[in-house]
């Protein structure tokens, strides 16, 4: 009767720990197999793969597998790849990672980022396998900023703007069904002092000190994650800086008419021609581009067609600077509607372009004409 006794003084106290803690979670690397594509933990019991349907998770112990999907959308397969590691939680439990990548091309440079989204997944459970985080993961970005001698010679030779984003995600104890995560990021701009909203032109010469990457603080911290079991997702314990500079192919943000340069549009357009930085910052998310079909039939015809910003091809316009060596000459114009036109001409009466911009409250591009026979 007293180990009886004994025994049911002790049953409470194992109810309420396990009420009040969860299992460690694990992180575990992943590995790609002979079989190209898949990767697998050490002991291969947890398997992660891509095929034209979708992310898909195996074991080969358990004889069980799930096809990954909770999202609003289906993006293609060739943009997803495998986060190598997964956050075991049981045997036949995970928190598996699939990074999806956004590119963009820039003239002279380029933009690619990989976005992690986290599934909670439970094998040969079809009704258990739920996105809980999407954050921004990894990202590079190059931008051209010579665009002559001059430049040259200011900058020293450093004739690229670059940008890095890294992350590192790790589980710790939690007190909810699911573990606490960390996460912890490190920004970097190169050369220092690079600015993705400033005209680099206007910048002064770079010193010695500048010629080398700088890490950004505001976008290098840590913060952890906790579940909530109200919405199903991971949340910030406090709100994530605004880093869009470094994980963004072109950054916006709400413009005032107080916040645009204080300048003539001649000397606007002169800026917006010579960098793409500001060409990036000031055209629109949707442009017009028209032009002329030569090979239509019976005789050439106009063209017109709207082309969402992540689209347009850098540099839109000729830099101003440079026109004389182009045979081109510029004009000023401004439209009934208020907006304002640079009209391009070729000396030789070939090349004619029109660039349109409208006050957003900014100047902004909104239509480009090129009519040149």
């Not at 909810?176 to 002064?204: H, M, Y």
């Amino acid at each position: 009767m007293v180990r009886v006794f004994k025994n049911l003084m002790i049953l409470p106290l194992l109810m309420g720990l396990c009420i009040t803690t969860v299992a460690a979670a694990e992180i575990e690397k992943l590995a790609e197999t002979p079989r190209k594509g898949q990767f697998c933990n050490q002991q291969e019991d947890w398997c992660v793969e891509i095929d034209k349907s979708g992310p898909q998770a195996s074991s080969r112990t358990l004889r069980a597998s799930y096809g990954i999907w909770d999202l609003p959308y289906i993006p293609s397969s060739t943009s997803l790849s495998i986060w190598p590691s997964l956050i075991r939680l049981t045997e036949d439990r995970a928190l598996v990672g699939i990074l999806e990548t956004r590119a963009q091309p820039f003239s002279g440079g380029g933009f690619e980022a990989k976005d992690l989204i986290l599934f909670d997944v439970t094998l040969g459970d079809f009704n258990k396998s739920n996105s809980v985080l999407r954050i921004p993961f990894k990202a590079e970005i190059s931008i051209r900023a010579c665009f002559g001698e001059d430049d040259f010679a200011k900058r020293q030779g450093a004739c690229l703007d670059e940008y890095t984003f890294n992350s590192v995600l790790a589980p710790v104890d939690g007190k909810e069904d699911l573990p606490d995560l960390v996460l912890k990021t490190q920004a970097w701009r190169n050369p220092a002092g690079a600015s993705r909203f400033a005209d680099s032109s206007e910048a002064p010469p770079l010193t010695q000190d500048q010629l080398g990457p700088k890490q950004d603080s505001s976008c290098s911290y840590e913060r952890v994650f906790l579940w909530s079991s109200e919405t199903s997702l991971y949340n910030p314990t406090s709100p994530l800086p605004d880093c869009r500079e470094f994980t963004e192919a072109n950054p916006s943000f709400t413009r005032t008419a107080s916040a645009c340069p204080d300048e003539t549009f001649e000397k606007f357009v002169t800026r917006f021609s010579h960098d793409i930085a500001v060409q990036e910052k000031s055209t629109a998310q949707k442009v017009i581009f028209e032009g002329v079909d030569m090979d239509a039939q019976p005789e050439p015809k106009k063209t017109s067609e709207e082309v969402p910003l992540s689209m347009v091809e850098w540099p839109v316009m000729p830099d101003m600077a440079t026109l004389k060596r182009q045979n081109l000459v510029s004009e000023f114009e401004v439209l009934a509607n208020g907006n304002k036109q640079v009209v391009l001409r070729g000396t030789d009466g070939g090349a004619y372009m029109e660039f349109e911009f409208s006050q957003q409250p900014c100047w902004t591009l909104i239509r480009v004409s090129d009519q040149s026979m």
